[in-house]
């Protein structure tokens, strides 16, 4: 009894102990906050990757593809068997991209992904990323009316109504374009009639410059950039148009100009090529093979004016663009073909928004001669699993690993493997970190033990009394590794609550932190979260709790065990 | 209380005027059945005695004889003085007694049973329940109040549960104490809010809560003036003569001496008659 009193009683008379134990408060606090917040990342990153990867990816070395892939696919079903929950194949290959851009082509590197629409979406989250709610539902590579992105604030305009005004306004400079073409004859005739010393061409221009010159459109980078003509055509407002508008381009050379021959022989059915398509092809009615763009690669994050988060679109859902790609077969030569941007896939995650894009996979296929012209069979690059939520990811992959071994030109990996360098490096973040901060609290342990001695010096009479009144050494000591324990408990638990307070307001203290420095503590142009993300493990808590207690606890042992040797007379002889 | 305590338990009945520490059955039994225990005080009221103590203190290399072969005796019931000059080694010996110390040589035995061999956890609550010790310099902890202090050795003796289910008997067990010994005006005061006088008084009640046979005290009143010393000295004598508490006194004045029923003279570490 008289241990807890007196252990009360000395906690209660002496706050200066209290001092001591504020860096393991402020060590579990700090523990706490960073685990939570890792964790928080950890799991959001792995979540998005993993659902952007799927389980298990089976892919071939060679660009060229697994010619025989159904018979792998049958091989699979049949080893994996019952875990099994779906399949896809997947042709992906590195691309560029050309998006013109107000007359200035941007090109960007991309990788380029072959989907089957039908079957990519149950082995990953991929349509989850989609911003056409439709296509959320049910992907197709069509464009839509209009309705992207309903839940963000500032989308522009795209679409098939954003395309046919853009086509409209197109259509409008090209009727300005040949009229003024007529106009340019005539006054060269009138010219040559007139016999060679009339006004300069220039200067006819003027005179003969659109009414509505505020309205004309520059499409082309071609025909922006025309020297001889000698004026500019304003820039068209809303952005990217660039796209391939063929009538303007064959009526420059006044004569319809035979496709080049930019691919290789087997792919003259390019349609944006094709001469009777293009003649066809009207943009506002028409859309070319449907893109999915990662929203990165068409747009850019960052301030505005004001300090606001804004996204920049260079291109829209209603676009085209050009990419250009290698073609299969033993001598690969860069193939371009035109897309329409058809929607965006907004991961979160930085890596992938920038650099995927998402195509039909038939149509990557016979643009790049992967189907066999005799047989009629396609090639595929990977082959990716989605397994059920309990299998073993690990196991399923090694199985598949001994049935197709690396021998064969494939490779079969899970998720984990792929990304394991970024888990890894986190992980290694996150257990340095507590390291450092146990090592933290570890100090304070140090700081325990010093005010611990000094208390038991201070107590030297007390223990003599104590034991003169017939208490035990192992009781005296008790005393005093009581009062470590309350004193650690009373740390730890503070630091505690303090730290799951601190967590479960992060976003708002960041907020504060935010308005009173004007730093952006958390700035979601770097990390595409617009929160922080956090997760308390209850493990972690007490773990970190028991942790920082034990050191507490050790901390009071040395001085408690010197308490329980003092020898009563020593402590009683003098006052 | 551990049987051990209770095997040393007086097998005298003095008169007591508190409440009798409750002796099991079995204790009871053996008081009475145990022939030498009958033999031992009708032959020898002695309840403490010591043969031939011997102890040094080390200091450095060369060692401080203290005492060298001392003899002690005190008889049950009365007040035994210690008289010897400062440093004469009357404090070494009543922790010799008290068991606080052991003696480098030499034999001392309460009751007819050796205690100075004891082990550690006998000892302990020897000093717990057969003992009190009052001091010069009072030795009342700090941080507790008057009737906490006194409460002290109860709680050393019960578990937390059993102190708690008997609180309010030992508490009253307490006031009364402090009652008697005239401070019951002072009972949530702490030491420092207390004179000198007072708070030998709480030592003294906190010496007795447990219901010793025996009291050990080094110099009370000397640190006290000659007044305030005589009023805690006619608190002895009234403990002595009402419930016949043995009293072993340490003193340097005479005059205290002469009031007691023995005086043992401590010179060179023997005791002279
Ligand atoms: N721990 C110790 N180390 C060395 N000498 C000591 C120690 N304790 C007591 N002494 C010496 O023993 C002698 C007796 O001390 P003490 O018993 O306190 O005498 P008294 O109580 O009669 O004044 C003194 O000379 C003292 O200096
Ligand atoms: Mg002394």
């Not at chain 1, 001994?402 to 888990?423: H, I, K, T």
């Amino acid at each position: 009894m008289y241990r807890w009193l007196l252990c009360w009683r000395y906690l209660r008379t002496r706050y200066i102990a209290l001092a001591s134990v504020v860096s393991v408060t402020l060590g579990v606090a700090t523990l706490i906050i960073v685990n939570s917040v890792m964790d928080g990342f950890t799991t959001e990153m792995q979540d998005r990757m993993h659902g952007i990867l799927s389980d298990i990816i089976i892919e071939s070395y060679s660009a060229n593809g697994l010619p025989n892939h159904e018979s792998f696919q049958e091989r699979i079903r049949q080893s994996v068997g019952e875990d099994l929950l779906g399949v896809t194949t997947v042709v992906h290959v590195p691309a560029m991209v050309t998006i013109n851009h107000r007359g200035e082509p941007i090109t960007k590197q991309l990788n380029l992904i072959g989907i089957d629409k039908e079957t990519y979406s149950q082995v990953s989250d991929f349509s989850k990323y989609l911003l056409h709610p439709e296509n959320r539902e049910k992907l197709t590579f069509l464009l839509k009316e209009g309705g992207y992105a309903p839940d963000r604030q500032n989308f522009p305009a795209a679409g098939w109504e954003y395309r046919r005004r853009v086509a409209a306004m197109k259509k409008r400079n090209f009727e300005l374009q040949q009229q003024f073409e007529i106009e340019r004859r005539r006054n060269e005739e009138l010219r040559k009639q007139i016999s060679g010393v009339g006004t300069s061409p220039s200067e006819t221009n003027h005179t003969i410059a659109p009414p509505s010159s505020g309205s004309v459109v520059a499409t082309d980078g071609t025909l922006v950039k025309e020297p001889e003509h000698g004026f500019q055509f304003p820039d068209f407002p809303m952005g990217g148009t660039g796209q391939h508008v063929p009538p303007v381009e064959f009526s420059n050379n006044n004569s319809v100009q035979p496709a080049e021959a930019l691919a290789g022989p087997a792919f003259d059915l390019i349609p944006s090529r094709d001469e009777d398509f293009a003649e066809q092809f009207d943009a506002a009615k028409d859309q070319h093979e449907g893109i999915i763009l990662g929203i990165s690669v068409g747009s850019q994050r960052g301030r505005n004016l004001h300090g606001e988060v804004e996204d920049y679109f260079y291109v829209q859902p209603g676009d085209d663009v050009m990419l250009t790609f290698p073609t299969a077969g033993e001598h690969p030569k860069a193939l371009n073909a035109h897309f329409t941007v058809v929607d965006f896939y907004e991961s979160g995650m930085s890596d992938y928004d920038s650099t995927f894009a998402f195509v039909p996979i038939e149509s990557l296929q016979r643009y790049r001669g992967m189907i066999d012209p005799a047989s009629g069979l396609s090639s595929v690059t990977s082959i990716q699993l989605k397994l059920h939520a309990g299998a073993d990811l690990n196991l399923v992959r090694d199985m598949l690993r001994a049935q197709f071994p690396m021998e064969l030109g494939v490779e079969v990996n899970s998720w984990r493997d792929l990304q394991g360098v970024l888990l890894a490096a986190v992980q290694m973040e996150t257990t340095i970190l507590n390291i450092l901060l146990f090592l933290i609290i570890a100090v304070a342990g140090f700081g325990i033990l010093a005010t611990f001695f000094m208390i038991v010096v201070e107590k030297t009479k007390d223990i003599g009394i104590l034991k003169s009144l017939g208490a035990s050494s192992v009781g005296v000591a008790s005393v005093f590794l009581g009062y470590g324990v309350l004193l650690g408990a009373f740390g730890a638990g503070v630091g505690a609550v303090a730290g799951l307070a601190f967590v479960a307001n992060i976003n708002m203290i960041a907020d504060c932190l935010e308005a009173v420095t004007g730093q952006e503590v958390f700035d979601p142009t770097v990390y595409y979260f617009d929160r922080i993300p956090t997760i308390v493990h209850p493990m972690m808590v007490v773990w970190v709790i028991i942790g920082a207690m034990l050191i507490a606890v050790l901390a009071s042992v040395l001085p408690s065990i010197r308490a329980a040797r003092m020898h009563p007379v020593e402590a009683l002889r003098y006052e | 209380m551990s049987s051990s305590a209770q095997s040393l338990g007086p097998r005298v009945q003095p008169r007591r005027r508190l409440s009798q520490p409750e002796m099991s059955a079995d204790a009871l039994r053996t008081a009475i059945e145990e022939p030498s225990a009958t033999h031992l005080r009708v032959a020898n009221p002695v309840i403490l005695e010591a043969q031939d103590l011997y102890k040094s203190y080390k200091r450095g290399k060369n060692t401080v004889p203290v005492l060298k072969g001392c003899n002690f005796s005190a008889t049950s019931g009365q007040i035994t003085a210690i008289l010897g000059q400062s440093g004469s080694g009357k404090s070494t010996l009543l922790h010799l007694l008290g068991t606080l110390d052991a003696p480098d040589q030499g034999e001392i035995y309460y009751d007819g049973q050796r205690i100075d061999n004891l082990p550690r956890r006998k000892r302990d609550s020897f000093r717990n329940s057969q003992l009190g010790m009052i001091f010069q310099f009072y030795h009342l902890l700090p941080e507790l109040s008057a009737l906490q202090n006194v409460l002290m050795p109860l709680m050393i003796q019960n578990g937390p549960l059993s102190f708690l289910r008997s609180r309010t008997e030992l508490k009253r067990q307490a006031t009364e104490l402090l009652t008697r010994v005239g401070l019951d005006h002072r009972l949530h005061h702490k030491p420092r809010e207390l004179s000198g006088g007072e708070m030998q008084r709480a030592a003294i009640a906190r010496a007795l809560v447990a219901s010793p046979q025996l009291l050990l005290a080094d110099e009370p009143t000397g640190n006290l003036d000659r007044q305030t010393g005589k009023q805690i000295l006619d608190v002895l004598y009234e403990l002595n003569r009402e419930d016949g508490l043995t009293i072993v006194m340490v003193t340097h004045d005479e005059q205290i001496a002469a009031q007691s029923d023995h005086v043992i003279r401590l010179a060179d570490g023997h005791i002279e008659f």
